[in-house]
C-alpha cells in the first residue's frame, strides 16, 4: 500500500468529521482544491504546512513519505497531490458525512414542546 493509500490514525487529535487539507501559501494545486472544496460547499480544515502549530503532525506526514503539499486527510485515506478522482470522492463522502450529522441532529433535538 503507497503513502497515498494510507490513512494517517496518528493525526487525529480528535474524531475527523471534516476533510484537513494541509498545504502552503505557495501551492497552486492547494489553492485548486481548497476552490473545489469552497465551490462544492465541502466543510474542511485548512493547515498551513509551514505554520509552527502543526509542527509535530507535519512531521508525522513526512514519516509516513508524504513530502509535498497537496496532503488532504479525510477520515478514510489520506492522499497527496492533485487526484481529481480521490478529490471527487472526499467531497462526496464529506457530502454524506455532513448530511449525516445533519438528521442525527434532527433526530436527537426532537419535536419542541410549547
Given at each position: 500500500?503507497?503513502?497515498?493509500?494510507?490513512?494517517i490514525d496518528g493525526l487525529k487529535e480528535r474524531p475527523m468529521t471534516k476533510p484537513i487539507l494541509w498545504g502552503q501559501e505557495s501551492c497552486g494545486p492547494c489553492k485548486q482544491i481548497a476552490r473545489k472544496y469552497d465551490t462544492s460547499g465541502v466543510d474542511y480544515e485548512y493547515r498551513d504546512v509551514q505554520d509552527?502549530?502543526?509542527q509535530d503532525q507535519?512531521?508525522?506526514l513526512k514519516e509516513q513519505g508524504y513530502t509535498g503539499t497537496p496532503i488532504v486527510q479525510t477520515p478514510t485515506e489520506t492522499f497527496q497531490g492533485l487526484n481529481p478522482v480521490k478529490l471527487q470522492a472526499s467531497i462526496s463522502e464529506a457530502h454524506a458525512q455532513q448530511q449525516a450529522r445533519l438528521q442525527q441532529q434532527a433526530s436527537t433535538s426532537g419535536p419542541s414542546v410549547t
Open positions: 500500500m503507497g503513502a497515498e493509500d494510507q490513512h509552527p502549530q502543526w507535519v512531521a508525522q
